[in-house]
């Protein structure tokens, strides 16, 4: 590893930031021998705060109903061929009863901007979760909402909210989405989560079309100064459906890669091996673990809709990304050193 890379790793590790050009030359500049390091600092670092402890959610696809049209998405509006559904509050609340029972305690509802799911829907709901499962999380995923909304559902029993920033440079942002979406909107929503008291996420993908180790250096920056609770990152792939049907995929190893550089800006953060990355390789989601993520959400809806929630081609669905194989993913983080708790797994504020 080339002398000025591995003292970024080392300051990156003391001080938790770096300089955007820093970042930059750290994703540019990257090796194996460098993300190895990476690897054994952030493992260190999230061992110092929350053991070898993995948190599991379920994950429940609620919607696959959008209003939106993010270019990447096989979910977006002009997809004709996206077998739309939604679940009902009968069915969902089925989901929360059968992930308790596995020893689920956190659920993610998550879901298109669908408008069925108004205030009044959703914080009915979220009261009835939390009325049969008191000692449970819940974390929301619908997109932007305007703040009242968002203040409604926290007060009904939100705790967590994921929404990924998507790209922290507003020009890339405006590439990967249509011109009814803004970059402004999507900060001042993210903004609006923190100032409401949830445990806030962002994220972005890895590899989508246009990103550059400029935009991803942004990214980096704008964790460590907007500081979220949680951190969504996962590999791009294309939906055959959408407009970027022939870019090419992320990597797993960038990825594996930018896993660490968070863990080492911000600690303390749940940083999930996604869905995504359990997509790409067979042993992704452990791979990510071992990069430095502590979160898995195995998916929780209902057999009969998982293939329609078609956000990329060829989306893990079954097997071990299956909640009901909880028992199984448990002995895959146990393989290598881990240990998957039943614990609703807030985030542990050391600032
Ligand atoms: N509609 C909500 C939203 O956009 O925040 C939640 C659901 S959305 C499908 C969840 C995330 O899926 C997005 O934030 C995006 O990063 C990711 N996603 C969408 N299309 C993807 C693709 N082709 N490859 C990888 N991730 C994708
Ligand atoms: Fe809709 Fe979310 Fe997909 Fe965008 S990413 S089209 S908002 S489901």
């Known amino acids: 590893m080339n002398g000025s890379i591995s003292s970024l790793i080392d300051r990156l590790a003391a001080a938790h930031r770096l300089e955007h050009g820093e970042y930059k030359a750290l994703i540019d500049g990257r090796t194996p021998e460098a993300a190895e390091r990476l690897a ?15 948190y599991i959610r ?6 696959s109903i959008c209003k939106n049209d993010c270019l990447y998405c096989g979910l977006r509006r002009s997809n004709r061929s996206c077998q739309r559904y939604r679940l009902d509050a009968d069915k969902i609340l089925s989901c929360c009863r059968e992930g308790y029972a596995l020893g689920f305690r956190t659920f993610v509802l998550q879901g298109g901007e669908d408008a069925y799911f108004t205030d009044g829907r959703l914080c009915g709901l979220l009261r009835a979760i ?15 909402r305007s ?11 939100a705790d967590r909210y994921l929404l990924r920033h998507e790209t922290a440079d507003a020009a890339h942002y405006a590439k990967l989405h249509p011109a009814s979406m ?31 180790s400029e935009t991803l250096a ?22 055959s459906e959408t407009p970027f049907r022939a870019e090419k995929a992320g990597s797993l190893e960038l990825t594996c890669y930018l896993l660490s550089i968070l863990r080492l800006i911000r600690p303390n953060l749940l940083l999930p091996a996604t869905t995504a990355l359990g997509s790409v390789h067979p042993f992704g989601r452990e791979m990510g673990i071992q990069a430095g993520a502590n979160v898995v959400m195995p998916n929780l809806s209902p057999q009969a809709v998982r293939k329609k929630y078609a956000l990329y081609d060829n989306k893990v669905t079954d097997g071990d990304e299956s909640a009901q194989c909880v028992a199984s993913l448990a002995a895959r983080m146990a393989a290598i050193g ?11 504020r050391s600032d």
């Open 58 to 63: 379920g994950l429940i696809e609620i919607s």
């Open 338 to 348: 881990y240990e998957a708790v039943i614990d609703r797994g807030d985030v542990i």
């Open 218 to 239: 942004s990214d980096l920056k704008f964790v460590e100064a907007f500081q979220p609770d949680m951190c969504g990152i996962g590999p791009f792939i294309p939906q």
């Open 40 to 54: 054994a600092l952030a493992s260190e670092a999230r061992k110092r705060i929350y053991g070898n402890k993995i």
């Open 182 to 212: 803004s970059f402004e909107n999507r900060m001042r929503c993210l903004n609006d989560l923190k100032a409401l008291g949830y445990q806030v996420g962002c994220g972005f993908m890895v590899g989508s079309p246009r990103q550059t």
């Open 130 to 144: 939390k009325r049969e499962h008191p000692d449970c999380a819940v974390t929301l995923s619908f997109g932007e």
């Open 147 to 157: 703040r009242e909304s968002y203040e409604r559902l926290r007060e009904a029993g």
